[in-house]
């Protein structure tokens, strides 16, 4: 250092040193001093309290994120990508039915297929800085915190779009520190896990985009451009994605679409607006960001996003309500058990466990509805279409009734519609598939009539649980005898429709085709202990109680709980099926979101019947659409040639009406009622329909569509083919045994089909007697030794007591009527039955001249067989029970009495002169104690003791014929005069004024 400068360092130490000795110079040195110890006081303890803060920030974050689990990476991955994705159905032949109800619609979409426009506006409105951040933008935080500590207006939000896919898919909307702690913490952490695509990828999928144009909440980019474009993702322009970007901020104010619970559309011009708004605040931010360019930005804010905006309402599955809700039901029920089989779970366990069963009923319905599923149904889309049309154009259910209900919303009672339901279902037989159904005639689903409604069946069951049973027992072939008589035991009491009807022997298959009550109520007694409920338990009839399998009044339908449409159809298929049962189904498969297959539809056929029996009954109920079958008229409604097996059913009071029929193909089944059960679809005298017609009408229809729709399904050419165990053998008409030469000389050998593996007639009928007989009231009886032989018809064919006896089984009745009424042997045979006489003289009768004709009344008395005629007190006729009562004469008095059985006779009637004749005197009074059977004047040689004059007799009536009604039969010149039409059971007349067959009007 040179001398000078040392010089003049040491001359500014002087002056330095001079200047602290100024008393000016110590106080400011005093001052400067505490300043610096101050400041480094304060430093030191800013120092500490940053230190301090920073851990007690620390610490308190650490607290808020204690308790969330550490997951690995597969877990957040799996939880990221477990997107709520809507579930969709599609009708047979893989054709898009519609998505299944949800809370929220979601269709997963990659990124890819998403419009760049709508990449680079969710960038530049949700996080500008997301290519690279690490998960978190502390900035944003800080800020975001300090507005919340300061309660600012002004509320910017701090999350990335990482953060928001924490919070939607790990964690939740909850407003707290500890979640929004657990969402930086586990944000930073899936930055390690998951690469920038994945996560932009997954964030387009899961945020909430308000409302779809039918009012449904909606999630991800795809379903947005779907729900409010009616675009794909990819096809979005500038404005258009910014409108959708701009909707996550407030999805409910900024969707364009009203709630469903407001019927969706768009909203009002005015609550359009903040939408709108929104779309430029967007477009204004991606300007800025430099992602579009002034002139893109002018020309997307000018776009009138509105005339973009979806109009159409109607959602495709909302055409679709019943179809949609029973397919869905059913999946459910599926999917149940494929999450209990994942789980482990034994089927049993959720059989027995309702608490179990309930928890995976409501997995399953989430799973269903947000599982992203691909279910494909067995629906055929063009058939379901044109029956259901049918249906709602059909004109005959009947009277529509009003009732009261309470509004839902309002709570004000209302008056609404009850009209006649229906439910129907196609079920192809060889499969089980069901084509197609009529679930009801709402509007909206409420109530599915074919699938869900269990009503009593009346007399639709009886080929299935009582003929069936009996000819696979071997009890009966299809034309062995039953019998149609009353009975009463304790507690029951069937009869036919009409309720005096009693048409003694007649064939099973007559039987059945009619739908008589008592000869099935007499035949499922014979069974009963066997148990057949058995064979409809294995055709899965899912509500028959023990009740069913003991109660005698079953056997016509009157179960404890009843059965659906779909079940009754799908047992009748087992017929066709030649006696297989295939479990009716309507779920083909269901893929999840992956393509994969989780559930595929397989059955086994279970054995229910023999295939001979099968064949059987199909042939007798051939018969059902013949006359006098219950269902004669549907061959009328059908405009083409089916080999057509059915079963009509009505219940008691007319509740329910029942229709199944079928061919080797396809079952149809029909029901009509109301949904208040104690309406009543006919009243007798009424000029309603008959209910058997309308179903007749309805199932003909029905079937003619299903024939155009899909002729290749029905296969109107196709016919059932006969077993080679179905044998045809001749037997005893009235007894069911081989042919005796007793019973072929009497003309009542019958032949039919049989089972020839259980029951062929081999044993030789015993049971024919040769007989006279008289008639009383149209009955045949045995006649007495006192009987007068006028009265008696010689050489007839009888039966033994032992016969009788057996035929009336345990039920019992009156065995004379076991060859009365309409039994087609009773011209034939003599009942074998003894009248038992009340002892006392007949009641007279009154008389009456018309001309050449003398007339007289009924006796009052249940035992005349017949009628002398006097003239001028000669006997001069025998008029059997059964003639006309009524004689041509010439001139003279004429008197009548009664004579019974016994051969007693009734006081003469009064006295009736034809013609010019001389006045009688007091001895030519008739004689009133003429009462003995041997004071008899045998009427003239020309009558020869036994003919009875001509005349015209009323004969039997016949039930009511299809246009005619009742018909009177003309006198046969025998005693019987059975009516020469015996008319048609069911009396279907003039849309069904005639009163019909009664098929189940019953009842325990």
């Known amino acids: 250092m040179s001398e000078r400068r040392r010089n003049r360092i040491d001359l500014i130490e002087e002056k330095f040193e001079n200047m602290k000795k100024k008393k000016w110079a110590k106080g400011m040195r005093i001052t400067t001093g505490v300043l610096w110890n101050l400041f480094l006081l304060f430093l030191i303890f800013g120092l500490t309290m940053s230190v301090f803060a920073a851990s007690v920030g620390a610490g308190y974050f650490a607290s808020l994120v204690a308790k969330e689990p550490l997951r690995t990476k597969q877990e957040m991955r799996n939880e990221i990508f477990n997107y709520e994705e809507t579930s969709e159905i599609y009708f047979a032949d893989n054709k898009y039915l519609g998505k299944v109800s949800s809370d929220i619609e979601r269709r997963e979409t990659k990124l890819k297929n998403v419009s760049p426009y709508l990449i680079d506006a969710v960038f530049a409105t949700e996080d500008e800085y997301f290519m690279t951040h690490n998960g978190i933008v502390p900035k944003a935080i800080f800020r975001g915190l300090l507005q919340d500590v300061t309660n600012s207006d002004s509320q910017t939000g701090g999350s990335t779009l990482t953060q928001q896919l924490i919070k939607n898919q790990i964690l939740t909307n909850e407003v707290s520190y500890e979640r929004k702690a657990k969402e930086i913490l586990l944000a930073m952490r899936l930055e390690h896990f998951m690469n920038k695509d994945e996560i932009l990828e997954a964030y387009l999928n899961i945020i909430p985009y308000g409302r779809n144009v039918h009012g449904d909440n909606i999630a991800g980019v795809e379903t947005a451009a779907e729900g409010i474009f009616g675009l794909k993702a990819n096809e979005l322009n500038l404005a258009q994605a910014a409108y959708i970007a701009g909707i996550p901020q407030a999805p409910f104010a900024y969707t364009p679409f009203k709630s469903g619970r407001y019927g969706g559309g768009m909203k009002s011009e005015e609550a359009l607006k903040p939408g709108i708004d929104r779309m430029k605040t967007v477009l204004f931010r991606m300007k800025e960001t430099g992602y579009i360019t002034k002139q893109e930005y002018e020309q997307a804010v000018a776009y009138d996003i509105t005339k973009d905006l979806r109009t159409d309402t109607d959602r495709p599955t909302s055409r679709y309500p019943y179809l949609t809700q029973e397919i869905q039901n059913r999946t459910i029920d599926i999917l149940v058990k494929v ?87 196609l079920i192809e037989n060889k499969t089980g598939r069901i084509l197609s159904f009529i679930g009801g005639l709402d509007d909206k689903q409420s109530y599915n009539y074919a699938t869900q409604a269990y009503r009593q069946n009346g007399s639709s069951i009886k080929p299935l649980l009582v003929y069936a049973p009996a000819i696979e027992y071997g009890v009966i072939g299809a034309g062995s005898p039953v019998v149609d008589l009353k009975f009463e035991i304790p507690g029951w009491k069937a009869s036919n429709y009409f309720e005096n009807q009693e048409d003694g022997i007649l064939p099973a298959r007559e039987a059945l085709a009619r739908s008589l009550n008592l000869p099935t109520a007499r035949l499922y007694e014979e069974i009963r202990d066997r148990r057949p409920m058995e064979f409809m338990q294995k055709m899965n009839f899912k509500r028959l109680t023990e009740g069913d399998f003991v109660h005698r009044s079953a056997s016509l339908g009157a179960l404890d709980v009843g059965v659906s449409v779909e079940e009754n159809t799908n047992a009748f298929a087992t017929f066709a099926n030649g006696g297989q049962f295939v479990q009716s189904y309507m779920i083909e498969k269901i893929e999840d979101a992956h393509g994969n297959i989780i559930y595929e539809h397989s059955s086994k056929p279970v054995e229910v019947f023999s295939p001979e029996t099968a064949y059987i009954i199909t042939d007798m109920l051939r018969d059902v659409v013949k006359p006098p079958g219950t269902g004669q008229q549907i061959p009328k409604n059908l405009n083409f040639s089916l080999d057509l097996a059915a079963k009509t059913g009505t219940t008691q009071g007319y509740g329910d009406a029942w229709l199944v029929g079928y061919n080797p193909n396809v079952s149809l089944g029909i029901w009509l009622g109301y949904k208040d059960q104690t309406r009543k679809l006919y009243s007798r005298g009424s000029s309603q329909m008959y209910p058997t017609t309308r179903t007749s009408i309805l199932f003909g229809r029905l079937m003619n569509t299903a024939n155009e729709v899909r002729p290749d399904i029905v296969g109107a050419g196709s016919h059932f083919k006969q077993p080679a165990g179905v044998v045809s053998r001749s037997f005893c008409g009235i007894s069911g045994l081989a042919p005796s030469n007793a019973c072929s000389a009497a003309g009542l050998v019958r032949s039919d089909l049989f089972n020839s593996k259980v029951m062929v007639p081999t044993k030789p009928d015993d049971s024919i007697i040769s007989a006279s007989y008289v008639s009383v009231k149209g009955v045949k009886y045995l006649a007495l030794p006192s009987t007068p032989s006028e009265f008696i018809v010689s050489g007839g064919t009888g039966v033994n007591a032992e016969f009788i006896k057996r035929m009336l089984g345990p039920f019992g009745g009156d065995g004379s009527k076991l060859f009365s009424g309409k039994s087609i042997f009773a011209s034939n045979v003599v009942s074998g039955s003894v009248f038992h006489a009340d002892g006392a003289n007949p009641a007279a009768v009154n008389a009456a001249g018309n001309g050449s004709t003398l007339t007289w009344t009924e006796s009052a008395s249940n035992d005349v067989i017949g009628y002398y005629v006097y003239r001028d007190n000669e006997r001069v006729a025998t008029v059997r029970d059964s003639a006309a009562n009524s004689y041509a004469v010439g001139p003279g008095s004429y008197y009548v009495r009664a004579v019974d059985i016994t051969g007693l006779l009734s006081p003469a009637s009064n006295i009736v002169t034809i013609g010019n004749t001389e006045p009688t005197t007091d001895d030519d009074e008739p004689n009133d104690d003429e009462d003995s059977p041997n004071h008899q004047t045998p009427p003239p040689s020309s009558d020869d003791g036994n003919t009875v004059p001509p005349g015209q007799n009323n004969g039997d009536t016949g039930e009511p014929d299809e246009h005619k009604g009742n018909q009177n039969g003309n006198h046969n010149g025998n005693s019987n005069g059975n009516g020469n039409n015996s008319g048609n059971s069911n009396g279907h007349g003039n849309n069904g004024k005639n009163p019909p067959s009664k098929e189940n009007e019953d009842g325990e």
């Open 339 to 425: 999450l209990a089989k994942r789980d482990g779970i034994e089927l049993e366990r959720l059989e027995q466990n309702k608490k179990l069963d309930e928890k995976y009923r409501i997995l399953a319905e989430r799973e269903m509805k947000t599982g992203g599923y691909r279910i494909y149904s067995t629906i055929d889309q063009p058939l379901y279409d044109k029956m259901n049309d049918v249906a709602k154009k059909f004109e005959h259910y009947g009277f529509t009734y009003t009732r009261e209900e309470k509004d839902a919303d309002s709570g004000e009672t209302v008056i609404v519609d009850d009209p006649v339901q229906v439910g129907s279902i």
